[in-house]
C-alpha cells in the first residue's frame, strides 16, 4: 500500500498548504484502485498478444482507451 505521506507530498506539490489525513486516505485508494485495473487491462493486453512482459506501449494503449 501507497503511504499517505507520499499524497501529502503530492498535494503540497499541487499547491494544497492543508489537506485531511480523511482526504489523503481517499485520494490514497483512489489512486491504488485506478492503477491496478490499469495495470490489470495492460496485462490482458500483453497476453493477446502472447507476451509475458507488459510493455510501455500497452500501458499506453489502456491509457488511450479508457472505458
Known sequence: M???LAFERLAKKVGIK???????EE???????EGIDIAERAFKIS???????V?????????RHEK
Request: charged residues 35%.
Open 55 to 63: 510493455m510501455l506501449d500497452d500501458v499506453k494503449f489502456v491509457m
Open 27 to 33: 485520494i490514497r485508494d483512489i489512486v491504488t484502485e
Open 47 to 53: 497476453k493477446h498478444a502472447n507476451r509475458k512482459t
Open 18 to 24: 492543508r489537506i485531511s489525513k480523511d482526504a489523503l
Open 2 to 4: 501507497l503511504s499517505v
